[in-house]
């Protein structure tokens, strides 16, 4: 379907900027000292003022709202767990990923949409997601699915940090770019639809080959985060593809296993994006960019799911648990009764526990590299 035309786009009327400085001054003292109260323990006179984020579906929170796209979930029963069970964009039952982040880094409860109508212009000093269901590493990831592809949320960022020069002028910028903490999320869309479930890509490119212009494509996009004075970018894997709900059923054979297919090449891209990001972390000599694996925790928890109390890890919460994803995941949708018992909310993406426990592994096992 054609995207519309139409894009929200937050502005500031003239009475923001007509506040004295010292208002200004104050609020941004105060949204400092705030962030001190971080669940996570940070290093003395350490702060992460925003959190930043790029990437698809995993992470949006609701940038495909007003577009006419099938990667989009504003309706019932996507957020029937979030606060007041607002279905606001999120694929999920309730929080994701970057919200448990923001939350336990003591910064604020959850990461609104850039394009969100309602964003409020303090929500931009502790950060928003730039993110949009179905966008990929590679230009044409995003067409295909009509998400925001990833030059225009880079374009985006671009115009947030203009903005926010506006209320708290070019210093206070800075400072806040190098000391927040970006996450990038992008590659399951290029592997999944643009390889495997477009039969032209494989008469051009092997997995190999594939995977080692998506590598070379996020470093792209990482080095442009460094130039724009990001200082904190987290890097995240791919998760085990092949395990997924949908997956199993249209390539795991009659039982349902887990596709091969698609977790190599997971497992491939990886791979190299990690070693891509350790090359580029060498040359800049210092701790700015560091890769996460979500392939190993998430793989743990849907092949050990008792150690987390999970029940089932082969099924979706919604519908038949089989294929329903987005529009198919909808209001004349079945739901599961205990959603804490499920590894995944839709035949793709994980429920809110599921998001909170990769969180927490986040927090455990990265954070402190920074510093």
């Known amino acids: 379907m054609k995207q519309q035309n139409c894009v ?25 000292i705030t962030t001190t109260n971080a669940l996570v323990k ?3 006179n ?29 309706y019932h029963p996507y957020g029937i767990d979030f606060e007041g069970g607002v279905p606001t964009g999120r694929f ?18 959850t990461i609104p949409a850039y394009r969100d109508p309602n964003l409020k212009p303090e929500d931009l000093l502790t950060g928003v997601t730039f993110a949009s269901g179905g966008a990929g590493y590679i230009p044409v990831t995003s067409k295909l699915a009509g998400a925001i592809s990833l030059s225009k949320q880079l374009q985006y960022f671009e115009e947030y940090i203009e903005k926010l020069k506006g209320m708290v002028g070019e210093e206070k910028t800075k400072h806040i770019i190098e000391n927040s903490l970006f996450s990038v999320v992008y590659g399951s869309n290029d592997i999944d639809n643009t390889y495997f479930d477009l039969p032209i890509t494989q008469l051009i490119y092997d997995v190999d080959s594939f995977t080692t212009l998506l590598a070379e494509d996020a470093l792209s996009f990482i080095q442009k985060l460094y130039e724009h004075g990001a200082r904190r970018i987290l890097v995240n894997g791919i998760a085990p593809l092949g395990c997924i709900p949908s997956k199993r059923t249209s390539s795991g054979g009659p039982l349902r296993h887990c596709s091969a297919k698609h977790n190599d090449a997971a497992k491939l891209f990886n791979d190299k994006l990690s070693a891509n990001i350790d090359k580029l972390s060498r040359k800049l000599q210092e701790k700015s960019i560091i890769y996460v694996d979500n392939y190993s925790p ?11 109390g999970f029940k089932v890890v082969d099924l979706g919460c919604c519908g038949t648990g089989l294929f329903e994803v987005a529009e198919l995941c909808n209001k004349f949708s079945t739901i599961c009764p205990t959603r804490t018992d499920y590894v995944f909310w839709d035949s793709f993406h994980p429920t809110e526990k ?13 954070i402190n590299k920074f510093f």
């Open 8 to 32: 929200h786009r937050i502005t500031f009327d003239s009475s923001t900027f007509s506040c004295p400085n010292i208002f200004w001054s104050i609020h941004f003292l105060v949204f400092l």
């Open 42 to 44: 940070l290093p003395k």
């Open 46 to 74: 350490t702060t992460i003022p925003a959190l930043l984020v790029f990437g698809d579906s995993i992470v949006d929170a609701g940038n495909n709202n007003d577009m006419l796209v099938l990667a989009r979930c504003n």
């Open 92 to 109: 999920s039952n309730g929080k994701v990923s970057n919200d448990f982040l923001a939350e336990e880094l003591g910064i604020k409860p």
């Open 298 to 308: 998430l793989l743990e928890i849907i092949t050990t799911p008792k150690k987390y």
């Open 354 to 366: 599921t998001y909170r426990i990769l969180a927490a592994n986040v927090l455990e096992k990265y």
